[in-house]
T-cell receptor, first 114, second 111 residues
Framework: EPEVTQTPSHQVTQMGQEVILRCVPISNHLYFYWYRQILGQKVEFLVSFYNNEISEKSEIFDDQFSVERPDGSNFTLKIRSTKLEDSAMYFC????????????FGPGTRLLVL | GDSVTQMEGPVTLSEEAFLTINCTYTATGYPSLFWYVQYPGEGLQLLLKATKADDKGSNKGFEATYRKETTSFHLEKGSVQVSDSAVYFCALSDSASKIIFGSGTRLSIRP
């Protein structure tokens, strides 16, 4: 069964450093998403992306964050200058359509900012 | 804004026990409701969904009914198995773009 993959599974970085989290969505999917879950808190929507543009973003997704689909297969989330509070599990998702409930999620990248 | 509240875990049960995980929601519109499950080391998987009031979603022996009058979508299973051990997330969506999740409930089943 096709699946969304994410790399790395774990990343540790120093505060102020840039990180890039990578996702490979399912190959025929057109819509892409990032969510995050701070330990012990809710899974929160960050951003959705379609046709090389951001479709919707949350208040969390400020100028420190950016997304890109650089090569037609990867979908990346960049955090320019990490803060301690960016420590979280980051989930990528993709879908063929925008029908509710059709998003397939990856296993997540656990980011720890020291 | 819209939100989801679910019972805190962890929940530990013996095999074949009855399971209920409570979930309530707040929404201004008429959202679709979901339960997602995350098995160890894997991504979030859609377990079941209901798109309108009184709908019942079901899958793998799990059920949940969309109750508009109580704004609830409680997850139930009559007889749990060790393989059901996972984290369960209640969620809603009234937008094509985003899903709003609860904080998750960790379920552990003892043999």
């Amino acid at each position: 069964e096709p699946e969304v993959t994410q790399t790395p599974s774990h990343q540790v970085t120093q505060m102020g450093q840039e990180v890039i989290l990578r996702c490979v969505p399912i190959s025929n999917h057109l819509y892409f998403y990032w969510y995050r879950q701070i330990l012990g808190q809710k899974v929160e929507f960050l951003v959705s992306f379609y046709n090389n543009e951001i479709s919707e973003k949350s208040e969390i997704f400020d100028d420190q964050f950016s997304v890109e689909r650089p090569d037609g297969s990867n979908f990346t989330l960049k955090i320019r200058s990490t803060k301690l509070e960016d420590s979280a599990m980051y989930f990528c998702a993709s879908s063929v359509t925008t029908e509710v409930g059709t998003q397939y999620f990856g296993p997540g990248t656990r980011l720890l900012v020291l | 804004g819209d939100s989801v509240t679910q019972m805190e875990g962890p929940v530990t049960l013996s095999e074949e026990a009855f399971l209920t995980i409570n979930c309530t929601y707040t929404a201004t519109g008429y959202p679709s409701l979901f339960w997602y499950v995350q098995y160890p080391g894997e991504g979030l998987q859609l377990l079941l969904k209901a798109t309108k009031a009184d709908d019942k979603g079901s899958n793998k022996g799990f059920e949940a009914t969309y109750r508009k009058e109580t704004t609830s979508f409680h997850l139930e299973k009559g007889s749990v198995q060790v393989s059901d051990s996972a984290v369960y997330f209640c969620a809603l969506s009234d937008s094509a773009s985003k899903i709003i999740f609860g904080s998750g409930t960790r379920l552990s089943i003892r043999p």
